[in-house]
Every structure is written in C-alpha cells, then in structure tokens.
C-alpha cells in the first residue's frame, strides 16, 4: 500500500464505553435514596437512558424503584417548589407596604 492511500484509512482503536454510575456493590432499590437522588433531574423527572450511561435493564429497575418511592412519599412526583421560585424560598414573610387607618391612628397614639 502506499502512503497515500494510508492516510484515509480509518484508525484501529476500539471503542471504548465510559463505565456505568452503578457499581456491583449498589442495590438498586426504592430504600436506597442516595442512588435514586443520582438519576433525577431538579425538576424531579427521571433522566433518560442516555444521560444515565445505564444499561435497559439497569434503567428499568431504576424506573421502577422510583415510582415506587413516589408512591410511598419518599420522592416528589414534581419539584414544583424549585421551578416556580428558581431555588428561593416559597413563603417567605414580606411586611406589607400598604397603610391601613388602624395603623395610621396606632403611629399617632404612640406619638
């Protein structure tokens, strides 16, 4: 073969697939929060298969672990709470800004 028509072949390297989240030792289980807590976005939905790196049966079990904890109210169905007040607190006391006659007349009987 000669140079030239080396250049275009394409290289030999295999691919190699980046190691999965879940290692041996992890039980995948609706008890095990700290796992669950991995494949959940903010909002509270189940991340797919691709941005997991999970296998299908991995990502079956997940699913399935997590609609169990839902169920058992050890997961939101939705985190609300984050996307209407972008990581602020929902009720927080603001004073009101608005004069009433009742305080008006509380200011000048104290004056």
């Known amino acids: 073969m000669d ?7 394409k290289s030999k390297q295999s691919f190699r697939r980046s190691l999965s989240p879940i290692q041996s030792g992890d039980r995948i289980d609706y008890k095990n929060m700290s796992l669950l807590y991995r494949f ?4 509270g939905k189940i991340l797919s298969r691709r941005v997991n790196r ?5 990502q079956r079990l997940i699913t399935i672990a997590i609609k169990q904890a839902r169920i058992l109210a050890l997961l939101p169905f939705v985190n609300s709470f984050y996307l209407a007040n ?3 607190k929902k009720y927080e006391k603001s004073e009101s800004k608005s004069t009433t006659r009742t305080t008006v007349l509380k200011k000048k009987k104290k004056k």
């Open 54 to 58: 999970l296998t299908l049966k991995q």
């Open 3 to 9: 140079k030239s028509k080396r250049l275009f072949l």
């Open 40 to 43: 959940i976005s903010q909002q």
């Open 86 to 88: 972008n990581g602020k």
